[in-house]
């Protein structure tokens, strides 16, 4: 991708929307945010009956797959993940990933590993739920790396609970 300042990107947008007439247009889920870290993608719904226990339940096969996309580390160290009615996990360690590293975060509580790349959100209860919802990866400052509202119906047509996003 081409490096252009802030400003000239801004222009560009801007001249775009103008030809286009596009301003009030652009529906939310079009919104491609730039960013190293993107959603590559989700198990929404853990394979099998659903159950929260801590101790023989399934929150740990619910996940969500982070991946950096770009050519160099980040720390995961402060970025955030929100469901659509707000529950949030913050990644509170660092957690380096390398070039096309990827992390799994999941349900359930665990060990978090850096070469196992798994971080556990340490609750054992069910964050995506399984008819619909909205998936929100913000940077540490809180603006939006990634977002991505899904329904089983629409989004997952093999019906396996999982969705892929970003290769
Ligand atoms: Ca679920
Ligand atoms: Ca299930
Ligand atoms: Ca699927």
Not at 10 to 17: G, H, K, N, Q
Not at 81 to 96: I, L
Not at 110 to 131: E, H
Request: proline fraction near 3%; aromatic fraction near 8%; charged fraction near 20%.
């Amino acid at each position: 991708m081409t490096r252009i300042s802030r400003a000239s990107t801004a222009a560009a947008a801007t001249a775009a929307i103008a030809v286009l007439g596009l301003a009030t247009a652009l529906p939310a889920h079009a919104a491609e945010y730039s960013s190293p870290l993107k959603i590559k993608g989700v198990q929404y719904d853990a394979p099998g009956a659903d159950s929260n226990k801590c101790s023989g339940g399934n929150a740990k096969n619910e996940y969500l797959t982070i991946k950096n996309y770009s050519r160099s580390k980040v720390n995961l160290k402060g970025y955030a993940v929100k469901d659509a009615t707000g529950n949030t996990f913050v990644f509170r360690a660092s957690h380096v990933l390398e070039p096309g590293d990827y992390v799994n975060l999941r349900g359930g509580r665990g060990t978090d590993s850096d070469a196992g790349n798994v971080v556990y959100r340490q609750n054992c209860n069910f964050i995506w739920n399984n008819d619909k919802d909205t998936i929100v990866l913000n940077k540490p400052g809180g603006a939006h790396a990634d977002v991505h509202a899904y329904t089983k119906k629409a989004n997952d047509r093999d019906g396996d609970g999982y969705i892929k996003y970003h290769g």
